[in-house]
């Protein structure tokens, strides 16, 4: 009978420790879990900067622009070229108007890639100011350094 | 004794399988979900439109003039502040922020539409990272934990043909 015993305790190896574990685990990556990553894009790495702070306040009437390093700009899932640009600027600012705003109180969020040629950026300044956007925010990342 | 004998163990023996399985599960979602979020911050530019811009009559208020130039690689070839050449080596933005501190001062940086300004002017195929560092430059610098700021009004000019 002893022997038989024996092969039983060893698949009912106690689990506890190892629960422990897992839930430590999964308590961790639960608080570090950010949802909020829609901003960001694969094809763009922003530029390191020591002054950059996250803003405290959300700017208001965003609109993002993400610069890819070839100059390919990604506004909410569809891409553009610059010569392009202005119909996705035209429907952005549609919606702003629909909600009684201005263009002037829009801010044009340009996520830049670190390699990508300023002349592809000041373009696309070029073009929103064509369509009365005032309010720019060129954005980097935050160097702790 | 016997009947609560058998019930105790029982109860020890509730099977655990299940719960594992499903912990794994979310285990592995929060794991593949999982990406390190890296703060990020603006600077913001204000570009008012060509109308606005060239009712500014008054000679003293012209802006500072900040050439970046680029060599055919997209680096950086030399700044240039109004008229004196800042080099362009690693030291050259440092040099450039020591400029715009003997200018600006050590005034308390004034608030609103008060203030210096300062006009980047670089050229097309300058690769972007230097324009954030030059703004970094220009904007202020960190004394310990604090910003101090420098110039706030901060302008793109003209951009120049090419690419």
Known sequence: MRLKRKPVDLAEGDLTPMIDMTFQLIAFFMVLINFAQTEANDNVVLPNSQLVKPPETALTFPIILH?????????GGDDYTVDTLRVGLRRELAVIKAEGKE??????IIRGHKDTATGKVQEIIQVAQE???TNFALRAKEDRS | MKIRGSHEA?????SMTSMIDVVFLLLIFFVMTFKIVELEGDFSVRMPLASDASAVSDPTDLPLKLRLSADAGGNLASIMLNDSSLGNDDAAFDRLRANIVDIVGTAAPMEGDEGPEIEIDADYNLRYENVIRAFTAVSGYKDGNQIVKLIEKVKFAKPRNGG
């Open chain 1, 103 to 108: 263009p002037g109180d829009a801010n044009v």
């Open chain 2, 10 to 14: 029982e109860k020890s023996q509730l």
């Open chain 1, 67 to 75: 610069v890819a390093k070839d100059g390919q700009i990604f506004l």
């Open chain 1, 131 to 133: 369509q009365q956007l």
